[in-house]
């Protein structure tokens, strides 16, 4: 993400309060999956463990994995009980197939999906189900814009800053088709995010500095954060409570019988 462990390495508090958050959110997708007592399902970007747990406690048998040392150590902790592993899912292998294979909160940040797609379909058995959900086209679109602008005002030029991927439901569904699965359900959504007032954007900004400032001068920063607060506020306070823009796309596909 462009790897998990750039996401997830990051080592401030607020960061560990964002997954905590993460994980809440995704509560509402495990009913998408409906895991069954005994079905071998692997978990995709397990970060610290909680929806693994999840799936643990409805019988299931979990393999988390997740590319970030820190985040694997931290659901270990945790959940001494788990199978979570320290692999990159794109290129995971596996010598006995699953019934299942999970992601939350984390395709949006492998940055070769046709290499995580190919794993994914490797690693279930025929008739297996892959549910997953991400960010999708369109997320956090207008606080993208308002930071592309206030850095090219200063100066700074765009490419390269964004790690995301966000396809439409329209590129994610077809990819998975020609992959060999069957999509049975797509969902392209808003998913407000609330932010705690213009500190939370702050914080949030902060958390992604490292891809998006990171050779911005000490001098330039106030100015820029200040700009893209000024930009953000109409679309992102309602009666006084704040919301980022994000999108989500949810999906449910079979793996086809060859």
């Known amino acids: 993400m462009p790897d998990e462990q750039c996401k997830k390495d990051h080592t401030s508090a607020s960061y ?3 997954t905590d958050f993460l994980s809440n959110l995704g509560v509402g997708v495990l009913s998408l999956l409906q895991p069954q007592s005994g079905e071998r399902i692997l978990d995709i970007g397990s970060g610290n463990g909680d929806l693994t747990a999840k799936i643990a406690a409805a019988g299931a048998i979990p393999t988390g994995i ?12 945790k959940y001494p009980d788990l199978n979570v592993q320290v692999k990159d899912a794109s290129q995971y292998r596996s010598d006995i197939p699953f019934d299942a294979v999970f992601s939350h909160a984390a395709i949006h940040w492998i940055n070769n999906p046709a290499a995580l797609t190919r794993s994914i379909w490797l690693a279930l058995r025929e008739g297996g189900r892959f549910v997953a ?5 369109g997320n956090v679109g207008i606080l993208t814009f308002a930071m592309k602008q206030a850095l090219k005002e200063r100066g700074y030029t765009w490419a390269g ?12 569904t077809t990819l998975l088709e020609q992959n060999g699965f069957r999509v049975i359900f797509a969902q392209h ?13 702050r914080n949030w900004l902060n958390s992604f500095a490292d891809y998006f400032f990171k050779d911005v001068s000490s001098a330039d920063m ?6 893209i607060v000024a930009e953000v506020k109409p679309h992102f306070e ?21």
């Open 238 to 258: 309602r009666e006084g409570q704040w919301f980022l823009d994000t999108t989500r796309l949810r999906i449910v596909a079979i793996k086809e019988t060859a």
């Open 189 to 201: 959504f808003d998913k407000p995010a609330p932010l705690k007032g213009e500190e939370g954007l």
């Open 16 to 18: 560990i309060h964002t």
């Open 133 to 137: 959900e991400f960010a999708g086209s």
């Open 222 to 227: 106030g100015s820029i954060y200040q700009a």
């Open 161 to 172: 800053r964004n790690p995301w991927y966000h396809p439409t439901i329209g590129e994610y």
């Open 66 to 77: 997740d590319l970030s040392e820190r985040m694997v150590k931290l659901a270990q902790q």
